[in-house]
C-alpha cells in the first residue's frame, strides 16, 4: 500500500518545498509554561488601544450572519477614497493586505518568473513566490536598511513582481521616494508597495503609475486586525483580472460595516497613532541605553541582541515579554523586533530587557 509521504510526493507541486509561517506564542501558552500570572504580548505589531467605540457596538449589534455578503463592498470603497483621495473605480478589497497579495500571485505568477525581494522583510513574500513556483531575487538592503537604487541591477525581463514594504517589517524603516520612482520607471514588472504601516509614519508619498499598485490595512492602525481588512489601489487595466482571481467574498459583512464604522471615527485612529508614536520615541531612547536599536516609522522597533537572539526571547518570555525573534527571517542574524504596547507594557519590557542583559554580565556573557 502507497505510503503517505509517497502519496504527498506525488500530489503536491514540487515548488512548494519550504518551512511554513511561524507565529509567536500566545499569552496563555506563556503563563502555562512558566507559570506567569502577568504576560505582555509585544510581537505582533497590534494597537494596543483596539478598535474604535463605534466600531465595536457595530459589531455587537450585528444580526445578519445567515446572509452572505453584498460583494460589491461599495460603500466601504467610497469611504476608503475618501480617506486616501484614490480613485473608487480603482480600490479592491480583500483578506488583509495579505489576502490581495495572494489574489495578485494567482493572476501574475508563473513558473520560474522572478519576484524581487530586499531583504529582510515580510516572511509571507517569500512563501508566495514559493508556493507560486516563482523564483526569488532576494536583493541585500543598504545602510539604515533602504533600499538602494542598485536594486534595479537586479530586475530582469523574466522580473513580474517587485515587492516594497513601506515601512518595512521588521526593520521599521522608511524608503526614500526618488529611489521607489526610479524603480518604477526602469521596469514593466509591477512594483507592489506594502503600506500596512503608513499610518505612524511621519511622512508619505504617492506614485501613481500604471505598474504600482499600493496596498493597506485596518489591521494595525484601526485595531482590526482579528477581521482581515485590505484594500489597495490598483491600475485600471487590471481591475478586471483581480475581480475574476479574487475569492466571491472576501471579507465579511461585518468587517465591512465595522471598517466603515471605524473610518467614520477617524479621529480614535488618530489618537491612537499619536499615542503609539510618543512611546515609541521612549522606547527607542531607553533601549538605545541597552542595546543597538534601529529608528522607526512603524509601530515596532528592531534591534540587535549581540547574542543568540532566541535566548534572548526565551528570557523574556520567562519574564513574562512575548517579542517576535527574527532570526528565521531572510536576512536577518540575531535581531528582535518589539511592538510598542501601552506605556505600562512597554515599562514591563524595558525592566525585563535590563534585568536578561545585566544577567548576561553578571555570567560573563553566557547563561
Known amino acids: 500500500m502507497e505510503g503517505l509521504e509517497d502519496r504527498s510526493s506525488k500530489m503536491i507541486r514540487d515548488c512548494i518545498q519550504f518551512q511554513g509561517y511561524i507565529p509567536g506564542k500566545s499569552i496563555d501558552e506563556v503563563k502555562k509554561k512558566y507559570g506567569l500570572k502577568r504576560v505582555v504580548k509585544l510581537a505582533s505589531n497590534e494597537n494596543p488601544y483596539g478598535a474604535s467605540p463605534k466600531a465595536i457596538e457595530i459589531l455587537k449589534n450585528f444580526k445578519d450572519l445567515h446572509l452572505y455578503p453584498d460583494p460589491s463592498y461599495e460603500e466601504l470603497k ?60 532576494l536583493v541585500k538592503r543598504g545602510r539604515d536598511f533602504r533600499i538602494e537604487s542598485d536594486i534595479t541591477n537586479a530586475i530582469t525581463e523574466k522580473t513580474k513582481l517587485i515587492l516594497i514594504c513601506n515601512p518595512n517589517n521588521p526593520t521599521g524603516n522608511d524608503e526614500r521616494e526618488e529611489t521607489i520612482r526610479e524603480i518604477v520607471e526602469s521596469t514593466k514588472a509591477i512594483v507592489f508597495i506594502d503600506e500596512a504601516y503608513i499610518e505612524f509614519a511621519d511622512s508619505r508619498f504617492d506614485i501613481d503609475e500604471e505598474n504600482v499598485i499600493i496596498a493597506r490595512t485596518f489591521s494595525k492602525a484601526f485595531g482590526l486586525a482579528n477581521l482581515r481588512i485590505g484594500y489597495a489601489r490598483l491600475p485600471s487595466w487590471l481591475i478586471k483580472y483581480y475581480k475574476a482571481a479574487s475569492t466571491p467574498f472576501p471579507i465579511s459583512t461585518i468587517a465591512e460595516k465595522v471598517a466603515i464604522a471605524s473610518l467614520e471615527d477617524i479621529n480614535w485612529m488618530k489618537s491612537c497613532v499619536k499615542k503609539i508614536k510618543s512611546e515609541r520615541e521612549r522606547l527607542y531612547k531607553e533601549m538605545s541605553k541597552i542595546v543597538k536599536v534601529y529608528p522607526s516609522q512603524a509601530n515596532f522597533l528592531f534591534f540587535e541582541t549581540g547574542i543568540d537572539s532566541s535566548l534572548v526571547t526565551e528570557e523574556l518570555m520567562k519574564r513574562g515579554v512575548i517579542v517576535r525573534d527574527c532570526k528565521n527571517f531572510i536576512g536577518c542574524k540575531n535581531n528582535i523586533r518589539v511592538s510598542v504596547g501601552k506605556p505600562e507594557d512597554n515599562d514591563l519590557f524595558l525592566e525585563c530587557l535590563r534585568d536578561v542583559y545585566d544577567s548576561i554580565d553578571g555570567n560573563s556573557g553566557m547563561w
Open 78 to 137: 467610497q469611504r476608503i477614497s475618501e480617506y486616501t483621495g484614490w480613485e473608487f473605480e480603482r480600490i479592491v478589497i480583500g483578506a488583509g493586505s495579505d489576502g490581495i497579495l495572494e489574489t495578485l500571485f494567482r493572476i501574475l505568477i508563473e513558473r520560474g518568473d522572478e519576484v524581487v525581494i530586499p531583504i529582510p522583510t515580510f516572511p509571507y513574500y517569500h512563501t508566495l513566490t514559493r508556493i507560486s513556483c516563482g523564483r526569488e531575487v
